[in-house]
């Protein structure tokens, strides 16, 4: 049986306009509303425990009806009956005479009083102010800043005290100390057990007061042999000695004890990576060094790829690599782009290294403001990194780049302008062959198992011819 009356239905239907309403119809619309009732209020009890509250209010009832896509009920409000002093027990549901009908009373509004009433006070204009929170590292003294606390009790002498109280007041002490007061009796050597309670008890309160020694807290120091590793690592490959560049990145490669260095190692590849631009002996060295951290099998460097990859992503698509602009950076580029892939190879999956590389990648590509040597370092990871980024990224935006920077370039009359375009159109050409590589492989794949769909491939082919021609050893 529903808890809402016929009666209730009844003045709820002629209050609508329904006179004629009659029991049984009542009855069904009374389980309804019963139902639609309690599920709003299950859904206020949400918004009321969320809210960190035990009683209900009118804010989650409006709530939940949002919820639902039901217009909320104006005019109500948790505080009504209590701004102007009023019970609120006396604003509820009251009962219709003896039916079971119920309905919320007008509030009697006495308007002499309302307009007789002190108007509020007008908001204060919203203002701000400038002040200094510090200077030179110390907080002015102003009303704007909060006051500074002094720790007082961090004294030497409140903190032995302090130690002292909590020492005389452990268990143990206290025990020995009520022992030593209970008597003469005597352990199985014969000695006074009072006695003795009494002595222990006497030299833990005098040591409890002798001055408390605060301990440093303990650095973690590498030992001789890896400190010499190190030195003779690091200065060996700032010397730009080849032979011993070769024994050193082998060294590397191999050695199982490199744990405590490694972030060492870390540390130095970022901080000459960024001092050293333009030295390009240096910077290759650097990228070496990182390529034999990460082929070491005995290594874990996921913790410091935050500076291990910028400074490779540096190497790939820094605007100035060398001092002599005839100098072989086109090179390191292509050490450092290696890199990269082994990193999103073995990290990519976890830390979306991946999708940040390929976005930077991409953006210095259609970015016609940056110099060809940066954005054949682009082209060049996003080919190492495989045909399935090469297909969603490089290869819709063959025609747009080659149009508004690669062909511009190519017509200047500057030399070096026009060789940095010869090498960027050559690494677009191994793009290109990788990608069709790939297209043929995926054709001989029966269509319900081809990886990605192929709706363009004939623009693309046609792109690809037009742009450059009988490069493409792999197009029919």
């Known amino acids: 049986m529903s808890i809402l009356g016929r009666d209730t239905i009844s003045v709820f239907a002629e209050a609508c306009g329904v006179s004629d309403l009659s029991e049984d119809v009542a009855t069904i619309l009374a389980a309804d509303l019963e139902y639609r009732l309690r599920e709003i209020t299950q859904e206020a009890a949400k918004f009321a425990r969320h809210s960190k509250r035990r009683k209900l209010h009118t804010e989650d009832i409006n709530m939940a009806l949002r919820l639902r896509n039901i217009e909320p009920l104006y005019g ?3 505080l009504s009956g209590i701004e102007d002093g009023g019970d609120p027990r006396k604003h509820g549901f009251k009962r219709a005479g003896v039916n ?19 108007l509020p006070k007008l908001p204060v204009d919203v203002t701000y102010t400038t002040h200094w929170l510090a200077i030179e590292g110390v907080q002015p003294e102003i009303p704007q800043n909060p006051p500074v606390v002094e720790h007082k009790d961090d004294s030497k002498a409140h ?59 303990a650095k973690h120091e590498l030992s001789l042999e890896q400190q010499l590793y190190y030195r003779s690592v690091t200065e060996g490959l700032l010397d730009n000695k080849d032979a011993y560049c070769r024994q050193a990145f082998d060294s590397l490669c191999r050695d199982p004890g490199l744990h405590a260095l490694l ?63 005839e100098g072989d950076h ?36 259609l970015d016609p403001t940056k110099p060809l040597s940066t954005q054949y370092g682009a082209i060049v990871t996003l080919t190492k990194l495989g045909p399935l980024v090469i297909d969603a990224l490089l290869m819709d935006n063959l025609k747009t780049y080659h149009e508004n920077t690669l ?22 050409v191994n793009a290109c062959n990788v990608y069709l590589k790939w297209d043929q492989e995926i054709n001989k794949v029966p ?3 081809t990886p990605l769909p192929q709706p363009n491939v004939e623009r693309r082919n046609k792109v690809m011819r037009e742009l450059f021609g009988d490069k493409l050893s792999l197009l029919s």
């Open 76 to 78: 109500y409000s948790t």
């Open 100 to 118: 079971e009908a119920f309905y919320i009373p007008d509030r009697v509004i006495d308007l002499e009083a309302l307009v007789n009433a002190d």
């Open 159 to 217: 903190l032995q005290s302090t130690i002292v109280s909590e020492l005389n007041a452990e268990p143990t002490i206290t025990a020995i100390k009520q022992s030593a007061t209970a008597g003469s009796a005597l352990n199985a050597d014969g000695e006074n057990v009072a006695d003795k309670a009494a002595t222990v008890a006497n030299a833990m309160a005098k040591a409890s007061r002798q001055p408390v020694v605060m301990k440093t807290v």
């Open 263 to 325: 972030p060492y190692f870390s540390q130095f590849v970022a901080e000459k990576v960024l001092s050293s631009l333009g030295n390009l002996g240096v910077l290759t060295n650097m990228v070496q060094l990182t390529a034999s951290l990460l082929r070491n099998p005995n290594l874990f460097p996921e913790p410091y790829l935050h500076q291990l990859l910028p400074a490779m992503l540096t190497c790939v698509v820094g605007k100035s690599l060398s001092k002599n602009p």
């Open 330 to 365: 086109w090179t390191l580029r292509e050490q450092a782009a290696a890199v990269v892939e082994t990193i999103c190879r073995r990290f990519g999956k976890h830390n979306r290294v991946q999708s940040r590389v390929t976005k930077t990648m991409i953006g210095a590509i």
């Open 407 to 428: 062909g511009k370039s190519k017509a200047s009359v500057d030399l070096q302008e026009r060789t940095d375009a010869r090498m960027v159109e050559n690494a677009l």
């Open 447 to 449: 269509a319900a198992t």
